[in-house]
Nanobody, 117 residues
């Protein structure tokens, strides 16, 4: 069992910023890739950002240049800094951890992000 504890999320105006955090246990943080997917009602879950233990990162084209994913080793936490937020960023964001890009992810409980004036 992989435990992922999410925090952050909420309501922000277009153009604003928000940060999500996801903490886990040391054995998971040190070995697994971590990141976020997001999902809108009726839609498929899509990758937002992923970071490896070696801090290699990848992003969805739609968030490239606006979102930054990072690792905080002392806190065993992965952070997603989201800036220049748009209404289309509105979704439930799910933290995940997986051994590799091909592996089935473990999921956090999800946190709502709403971008609205």
């Amino acid at each position: 069992q992989v435990h992922l504890a999410e925090s952050g999320g909420g309501l922000v105006q277009p153009g604003g910023s928000l940060e999500l955090s996801c903490s886990t246990t040391p054995n998971i943080f040190n070995i697994y890739n971590m990141g976020w997917y997001r999902q809108v009602p009726g839609g498929q879950r899509e990758l937002v950002a992923e970071i490896t233990g070696g801090e290699n990162t990848r992003y969805a084209d739609s968030v490239q240049g606006r979102f930054i994913i990072s690792r905080d080793a002392p806190k065993k936490t992965v952070n997603l800094r989201m800036t220049s937020l748009k209404p289309e960023d509105t979704a439930v964001y799910y933290c995940f951890a997986r051994r590799s890009i091909e592996a089935t992810p473990w999921w956090g409980q999800g946190t709502q992000v709403t971008i609205s004036a």
